[in-house]
């Protein structure tokens, strides 16, 4: 199979789903190939783009529209002409979904738990507390009482400050002071976080992509086109899986974790096409002054290292 092939395969499945998820997708073209460059873009150049996705230009026009009473984007009008960027708010949200998508697997645990003791707060403080402890991977273990073993503590830390809760919230770190306690962990961790959903994900992710990778690596030049629409297809779909992941240690994950492989599959098929697709977006998309800047220079840090990885090869 060729890597064009691989690529209408997976336009096909995309398209074929019950509902597409269009402001989802726009998230996605937006948080890895616009805000890289400069996180403004003309919206006709936004509905050309996704027209090969199967989205039409009313579609793309709502669901931005929504995102943007959501305050995910601000808009400014220059003529006739609508440039969408991210708001401040939407930019942290891109901020905190970056760190996670293509960040490193963590490669160790020091043993220790993160504890949060919730006190009685105002029931709409308490609900959105809980939802963004939950987007960090805790899970609530008891009333009040949410738990991680290897929480990002800076996340953390900006998510309590911002809620404005901070001096309210109790952080609480230790380990387990008994030996043999690991049954009981894994039992734990087993009730609280749904690993087994999760790594069906994954696996569902590894079968869907890996027609692709091995396409991509016989092909050494690429059609920017298509190697456009497969980075965007790959981070959609490894991000669906990745944000329900609370990305626990190792030690606690089932064995053959999926995630592993899925991590590997993402970054090494991204880095086979991530520049042909910059090739691309400097083709098709516009800002009120020309094409797109030049990625920024934390771009190429995505997955350990672009360039380092490249020249490995």
Not at 123 to 130: D, S, V, Y
Not at 141 to 167: Q, Y
């Amino acid at each position: 199979m060729t890597l064009e092939s691989e690529t209408d395969a997976l336009l096909r499945e995309f398209r074929a789903q019950p509902t597409v998820r269009a402001g989802s997708l726009i998230v996605t073209v937006f948080g890895d190939a616009i805000a890289p460059r400069g996180g403004t873009v003309w919206i006709g150049s936004l509905i050309r783009v996704m027209a090969d996705f199967g989205v039409s230009e009313r579609l793309v026009r709502t669901s931005i529209f929504r995102l943007s009473q959501d305050d995910w984007f601000e808009v400014e009008q220059s003529g006739r002409r609508s440039y969408y960027s991210l708001s401040t708010e939407g930019a942290r949200k891109f901020g905190q979904a970056t760190h996670r998508i293509y960040g490193e697997p963590r490669q160790a645990w020091s043993g220790d738990w993160c504890l949060i003791l919730l006190p009685d707060l105002d029931a709409g403080l308490r609900e959105q507390i809980r939802k963004e402890l939950s987007w960090l991977g805790f899970a609530a273990v008891s009333s009040g009482v949410f738990a991680h073993p290897s929480p990002d503590m800076t996340d953390l830390g900006a998510m309590l400050n911002r809620s404005g809760c901070e001096a309210d919230v109790v952080v609480m770190q230790g380990r387990t002071t008994r030996s043999g306690q690991e049954t009981a962990l894994r039992r734990l961790v087993h009730k609280h976080w749904s690993l087994a959903d999760i790594d069906v994900r994954y696996a569902a992710f590894v079968r869907r992509f890996r027609p692709a990778l091995s396409a991509a690596r016989k092909k050494k030049h690429k059609d920017p086109r298509i190697a456009f629409l497969i980075r965007m297809l790959l981070i959609q779909e490894y991000r669906k899986v990745l944000l329900r992941d609370p990305l626990l240690p190792a030690e606690l994950l089932p064995a053959k974790w999926h995630g592993t492989a899925a991590y590997q599959l993402c970054r090494n098929l991204y880095l086979s096409v991530f520049d042909a697709a910059d090739e691309y977006m400097t083709l098709a998309m516009e800002t009120a002054d020309g094409p797109l800047p030049p990625p920024a220079p934390e771009f190429f840090a995505r997955f350990g290292g672009l360039r380092k990885m490249e020249q490995k090869k």
